[in-house]
């Protein structure tokens, strides 16, 4: 079992930052691949970053490559996302997930994830 608590999350203007981070406990986190997932009323979650165990390789979406970054510290058990340029349509509850994995790759379907956080509200006002 790994349990994953999310923080970071507020309300910000239009071209803020914020940092999200999960903290991870239970079952050795650096063998986890780590994704990030939101998730806005009346849309399918969706994930916008992943990272694999090591680091060493990262997907972002389409929709915020070059604003928000992945990256983990394994001494700390903890994922981040980094998040700049905030727009309105980033407005969602955001979740961090944790994958098993043989490889030292990355996922970016919901199937793929097996425990999820409890989410953090992210609002970015126009």
């Known amino acids: 079992q790994v349990q994953l608590v999310e923080s970071g999350g507020g309300l910000v203007q239009a071209g803020g930052s914020l940092r999200l981070s999960c903290a991870a406990s239970?079952?050795?986190?650096?063998?986890?691949?780590m994704g990030w997932f939101r998730q806005a009323p009346g849309k399918e979650r969706e994930c916008v970053a992943a990272?694999?165990?090591?680091?060493?390789?990262?997907y972002a979406a389409d929709s915020v490559k070059g604003r928000f970054t992945v990256s983990r510290d394994n001494a700390k058990n903890t994922v981040y996302l980094q998040m700049n340029g905030l727009k309105p349509e980033d407005t969602a509850v955001y979740f961090c997930?944790?994958?098993?994995?043989?490889?030292?790759?990355?996922?970016?379907?919901?199937?793929?994830?097996?425990?999820w956080g409890q989410g953090t509200q992210v609002t970015v006002s126009s």
């Open positions: 239970g079952r050795t986190f650096s063998r986890y691949a």
């Open positions: 990272i694999s165990w090591s680091g060493g390789s990262t």
């Open positions: 997930a944790a994958a098993g994995t043989w490889g030292n790759i990355y996922y970016y379907k919901v199937d793929d994830y097996t425990y």
